[in-house]
């Protein structure tokens, strides 16, 4: 049980509340000018500790800073290093300069709000809205950890309104397209493999021999050759699970011929020993392909590597591809994720739904309720 006491000050009487935590520290809070609210706190405390929600007011004094670096640090070595490196660029750019010092306890939820507010309002250092996004989510993630150690009963970083993502439109390029491209650029192989395949660039950069199945016409994806500043990473694909991928039979023989020379755990593609490095996006090789390509067809979209990957799901789904096919060609987690991202390419498939509808009812032979009615074209 905790107590309240009297005592004396220059500005008068004053009272202090004095209790045991769970683990049996004496703690005491001072500065109590009516009895009363001395008396309501210590019901509040209590109350707390019998209900298991008890926050130690010193516990609550850890700063953002430190408990920042040993939530990062809990996960620099259980990420992909492609995916710890922009966590540690947003706390280190927009998190701890502004949150660092700042005790658990003493933060606001409309403190956290007009962060957000003022990291999305307009000026010429405005941060994207997917910055934004991942730097809420570092403040987020160390403030929901120390709810979990007991240092706060809450986290005051949930329940605020973050900006939405605006999705880009994703530009597909036709099967002349692909060709213009391919035939524009210094590796036309890598380019139409990347169109008719979908993998992701460090997939297939990372593929070796041992990886080519020519006589199925399938490749093995089970590494991920990612470049993470300035060097490459290679681990496991974005998903962690392997997958097999076909290609079609134009490309075995150009793949065929990739191969030659070449050992059994060499890789596929460049010179067999070096990964080959994403090419940079403004003066790179592919780059001045697309230049090139556009210079003779203006209607061709500016592309990046990446972007080979939505022509892939594309031209797969306009061959017939269903979209649990489409779902394990690029290696997405689930098919209602495929529809997810590319639900514009499945708008003929409603179309579909709907002429079926129509057909099925007409072989049922049910009348027609309106029979005089004007067909609205």
């Known amino acids: 049980m905790g ?33 009363v609210d001395a008396e309501r706190y210590l019901r509040s405390v209590e109350g707390a500790i019998d209900r298991g929600e008890y926050v130690d007011p010193t516990d609550s004094r850890s700063t953002i800073a430190s408990l920042g670096a040993s939530w990062l640090a809990g996960r620099e070595h259980v990420m992909k290093p492609s995916s710890y490196r922009p966590l540690e660029s947003a706390w280190r750019v927009h998190v701890e300069p502004h949150w660092g010092g700042r005790e658990v306890g003493g933060i606001r939820t409309s403190e956290v709000q007009a962060w957000v507010g003022d990291l999305a309002r307009p000026n010429p250092k405005a941060a994207s809205a997917t910055s934004i996004l991942r730097a809420y989510g570092v403040l987020a993630g160390i403030l929901d950890d120390a709810v979990r150690d007991r240092r706060l009963t809450a986290n005051p970083a949930r329940g605020i309104t973050l900006p939405r993502k605006s999705p880009k439109p994703k530009p597909y390029l036709t099967h002349a397209q692909v060709e213009q491209l391919a035939l524009a650029s210094a590796y036309p192989t890598l380019v139409r493999f990347l169109a008719y395949t979908g993998l992701r660039w460090g997939e297939a950069t990372g593929l070796r021999l041992r990886n080519v199945d020519t006589l199925r016409r399938r490749v093995h994806v089970e590494e991920n050759a990612v470049m993470v500043g300035a060097v490459i990473e290679v681990g496991t694909p974005k998903s962690h699970a392997s997958r097999s991928v076909p290609f079609p039979q134009f490309l075995a023989l ?4 990739l191969c030659e020379g070449k050992a059994r755990d060499g890789l596929l593609f460049g010179d067999g020993h070096t990964h080959m490095r994403l090419p940079n996006s403004r003066d790179g090789w592919f780059a001045a392909a697309v ?32 979209v649990k096919a489409v779902q394990r060609m690029l290696g997405h987690a689930s098919a209602a994720m495929t529809l997810d ?8 498939d409603l179309d579909a739904v709907a002429g079926a509808l129509d057909a099925a009812r007409s072989a049922a032979s049910v009348a027609n309720p309106w029979p005089n009615a004007a067909v609205v074209e």
């Open 3 to 35: 107590s309240v006491e009297p005592y004396s000050t220059a500005a008068g009487r004053r009272y202090r509340v004095r209790w045991r935590t769970p683990d049996h520290k004496s703690r005491q809070k001072r500065g109590f000018e009516r009895k």
């Open 254 to 257: 150009e793949i065929g011929r």
């Open 291 to 322: 230049k090139r390509a556009q210079s003779s067809d203006p209607a061709m979209p500016r592309v990046t590597p990446h972007d080979l990957r939505h022509t892939a799901a594309s031209l797969a789904v306009s061959s017939g591809a269903n």
């Open 341 to 348: 991202v590319y639900s514009d390419l499945f708008d003929d």
